[in-house]
Structures are given as C-alpha cells and as structure tokens.
C-alpha cells in the first residue's frame, strides 16, 4: 500500500513539473511572438543562413529601373571597416506599394518582398541590387525611400533614416531638419548611370550604439 502511494505521488510530481515547463515554453513563445509583432520595423533576424556581403532583391521581371547601392560600414571611429554586420534593407515598388505574394512569413507581411539581406565583409563592404522605388501615393510629399537596418555583435538591430534621392524633388528642407539617425554620413545619395544604363549609388555608414 505505502508502494502504491508512493509511486502515485510521483507520476502526479512529474506531471506537475512536466506542466510547469510546458507553460512556461508556451509564455516564452507567446512573449516572443509578441514582440515581433510589435517590432514591425524589425528585419535583421530574420535573415537568411548563407548570407553574404551582396544580394540581388527583385524576382525576374520586376518592373522598373536597375538600381545597385553599395558601401562601406565602418566602426565607430569612422575608419575601421566593420565586418560581420547585417544590413537590411526593403523598399516600395514602382507604384509606391510593398507588393505581396500572399505566402509571406515574419515582417515580409509587412514589408512584401523587396527587401534583402547582407552581411559586411572583411572590409565592410555591402552591396544590393534592385529596382528604384517609388514614393508612397497616400503619404503626401514623403520622398521615395529604402529602409535600413542594422546589427552586429554589441550593435542590437537599430533603424537608420532612409536613403533618399538627391534628385527627388521632395526632399525639403523641412524633411532634411527632422533626420534623426543618418549614419554618420548623409542618408541622401547621388545616382549616376553606368554604360549599361543601371543606377548606382552609394552609403556609407557609421556604427551607433542606441538603448
């Protein structure tokens, strides 16, 4: 009889423990996708494993002007190239949209699929291809756009402004007054057409530490 008592007060041990750590894994993976939600703006984590320095973004046959951007991220001092740093980029199509394919995972549901990754190499260099975007139909004057963000190792994923367009009428100088996080450099490039007619462009950028 003690023999039976005890084995049952076992099993009910073990099930309240077995209880106890399946809920708090379901709290842990509530809390998480919690704050992705939240962090609409987020990106750098969800990066692919076989990153590399430079990405090509749209899908053959995405309509509109070729457009590469490059650059070197550098560490605080200004000069020492910075390796190993994630740079996440995604921007409208050229109607302005951040078009969908409807199968879309993580903050591609808000971002669609013009966007991409990088990770800077030995040099902190980064380099994308893509197209240039449009600016938003129903946000007035806002100037056409690519959103970056960044992280690194002791540089958790912060926001830069966007790079803008130095031929974009839009760019006020109201707008120029209200950039908050330039990189370091200006967030507004110059584009110049190469021999094959495709844009280029280039930012650099200087890491920051944010709280």
């Known amino acids: 009889m003690i023999m039976k008592k005890t084995l049952f007060l076992c099993l009910i041990s073990l099930y309240a423990i077995f209880f106890a750590c399946s809920q708090t894994e379901n709290n842990t993976n509530s809390i998480i996708s919690t704050n992705q939600e939240k962090c609409n703006w987020c990106g750098t984590s969800e990066a692919p494993q076989n990153v590399t320095w430079n990405t090509v973004i749209p899908p053959k046959g995405e309509a509109g002007e070729k457009l590469i951007i490059s650059g070197t991220v550098y560490l605080p001092d200004r000069k020492t190239p910075a ?25 591609g549901k808000y971002h669609g699929y013009l966007r991409g990754w990088m990770k800077t190499d030995s040099n902190g260099k980064y380099k994308f291809e ?28 912060y926001w830069l402004t966007a790079t803008w367009f130095a031929d974009d009428p839009r760019i006020t100088n109201e707008y120029k007054k209200n950039v ?5 450099f200006s967030n507004i490039i110059v ?21």
């Open 130 to 157: 893509t197209i240039r975007p449009a600016p938003y139909h129903s946000h007035g004057g806002e100037p056409a756009h690519i959103h970056y963000n960044i992280q690194g190792t002791d540089y958790p994923e």
């Open 83 to 107: 390796k190993d740093i994630i740079v996440y980029v995604h921007h409208t199509n050229i109607k302005g949209l951040y078009p969908k394919k409807g199968n879309e995972k993580g903050n």
């Open 180 to 184: 908050k996080r330039s990189g370091g």
């Open 191 to 211: 584009l110049t057409k190469d021999e094959n007619n495709v844009l280029r462009g280039e930012r650099n950028i200087v890491l920051e530490k944010f709280k």
